[in-house]
């Protein structure tokens, strides 16, 4: 019987310092120029990618860590270096998920490697289900995919908005509404190919944090893609519609697939619980930076003759950013791990992962502007960037609010749209 152990093994604590070294020597130090360009920073991506840290091969082996610990180990490292830049890092890695969970093998086989590129020419890719008036209320996205049938080509239209790498992507992965009666039951994800005529990047947005991350909105105009492009294949679409289909015509009910209801619910959920905790990670990797630097700071300011950690205030202020730190990785690393074993998420834990990391983020970044007094203020010092980029942590991949209402629902056993 596995023995219950805390410590990681000598293979992860390797691949951690190998990617805290890369966060620490090439990231951070480029961090304030890329927040104030405001751009992709493609040459560090290139550096990541010369080293195979920018790989489908490197996610790949850590998504499949028997512990569940590599993805939360990679992004806490990395968004301690610097949000904005890892994102644009890791950005990729969600188009690149979106095409694992739905895609054929050799959907998988042909676009993910384009995703990457290669590390003389590196790409990245874009997951686009967001729009202007579908952001928590997904079922009532507007992007249409209709099939025409005589050329075997699905013809997309409609906008999508707050695009990671939106527009500036190889790949686009685009969710767009197939049947429109059937709610949420009725969108597929389609790969959009390179260079395809009538996707355009609309406006590119200036952000309060996380700058060095391109975000914009991604115009679909007439967008024809061939047949293959249908994540899942068409045969498999058609069964899941037909059943949503029968499901909404019982009212409800319908003729349940293998497996029942049940496991269809679940696995939609699972796939949500499962990726919340890497956003989760992300929060405590900002958290830490920016509980180090303040405790740095507060170890060496000193006021009244004394460093101002003297006070109990302050000192105080660090116990309490360090114990939610480790607090926030804890339930990070459960649900890293429940979802990794096939453990059921009975409590959203997944969602609670997230939720908890990124109130922390935000908090524990705020705390640590204020012990850094007018210089925690200034764009000299980095914490000012750490608590802008912080922000974001509540509101994509699922608000907090939408976080609390997943959790409440599923303690309830109230169904979750
Ligand atoms: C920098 C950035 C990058 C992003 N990257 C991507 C990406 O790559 N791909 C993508 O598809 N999307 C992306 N998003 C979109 C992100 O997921 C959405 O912004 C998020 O889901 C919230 O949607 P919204 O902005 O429309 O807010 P709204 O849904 O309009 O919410 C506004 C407020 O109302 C609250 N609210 C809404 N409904 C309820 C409710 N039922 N109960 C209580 N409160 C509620 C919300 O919690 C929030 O506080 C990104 C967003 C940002 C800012």
């Known amino acids: 019987m596995a023995e219950f152990t805390m410590e990681l093994n000598d293979e992860q604590k390797e691949v951690r310092d190998w990617i805290h070294g890369f966060a620490a020597d090439v990231v951070r130090p480029a961090a304030a120029e ?23 091969d490197f996610y790949a082996q850590q998504f499949f860590d028997p512990t569940g610990l590599g993805v939360p180990m990679t992004m806490e490292e990395l968004f301690w270096g ?13 188009a690149a998920v979106g095409v694992l969970a739905n895609g054929t093998e050799e959907q998988i086989g042909t676009w993910v490697p384009q995703m990457y590129g290669d590390p003389n020419d590196v790409k990245v890719a874009a997951f686009c ?16 995919a209709v099939y025409d049938e005589a050329k075997d080509e699905w013809v997309l239209n409609g906008t999508k908005t707050w695009a990671t790498n939106g527009g500036i992507a190889n790949v686009h992965v685009v969710v767009a509404v197939v049947d429109p009666d059937l709610g949420s039951k009725g969108h597929a994800s389609f790969i959009v190919p390179p260079n395809t005529p009538g996707l355009s990047q609309g406006q590119k947005f200036k952000k309060h944090g996380i700058r060095a991350s391109h975000t914009a909105e991604v115009v679909l105009e007439d967008v024809r893609v061939p047949g293959h492009c249908l994540l899942g294949g ?5 069964e899941r519609l037909a059943r949503a289909r029968e499901k909404a015509k019982a009212g409800g009910v319908g003729v349940p697939p293998a497996g029942g209801w049940g496991r269809v619910k679940n696995a939609a959920m699972a796939t949500f619980e499962a990726s919340r905790p890497a956003v989760g990670a992300m929060a405590v990797g900002t958290a830490r930076a920016a509980y180090e630097e303040a405790l740095e700071y ?10 101002i950690i003297d006070n109990q205030g302050v ?6 950013m360090r114990t939610q730190i480790d607090a926030a990785r804890l339930l990070v690393w459960r649900a890293s791990w429940m ?25 524990v970044t705020a705390q640590a502007v204020q012990i850094l007094g007018g210089n925690g203020f200034t764009r000299e010092y980095p914490v000012e960037r750490m608590h802008r980029d912080a922000a974001i942590y509540t509101i994509f991949e699922g608000t907090s609010e939408i976080q609390r209402l997943v959790i409440a629902r599923t303690l309830s056993g109230m169904p979750i749209r």
């Not at 610097?82 to 969600?94: E, F, W």
């Not at 289900?129 to 249409?144: F, I, K, L, N, Q």
């Open 234 to 238: 068409k045969e498999k679409l058609d």
């Open 339 to 363: 979802a990794t074993t096939g453990k059921p998420f009975t409590s959203a834990e997944g969602s609670m992962s997230k939720l908890f990391a990124s109130e922390v983020a935000k908090k």
């Open 129 to 144: 289900s967001s729009e202007p008036d579908a952001g928590s209320d997904v079922a009532s996205m507007r992007t249409r």
């Open 298 to 307: 507060a170890r060496t300011r000193e006021q009244f003759g004394r460093p």
């Open 82 to 94: 610097d949000a904005g830049i890892a994102l644009s890092i890791v950005g990729t890695g969600l």
């Open 315 to 320: 000192a105080f202020q660090l116990a309490d």
């Open 34 to 56: 890329w927040d104030e360009r405001e751009e992709t920073p493609w040459p560090v991506i290139q550096e990541a990618a010369k080293i195979g840290l920018y790989s489908l």
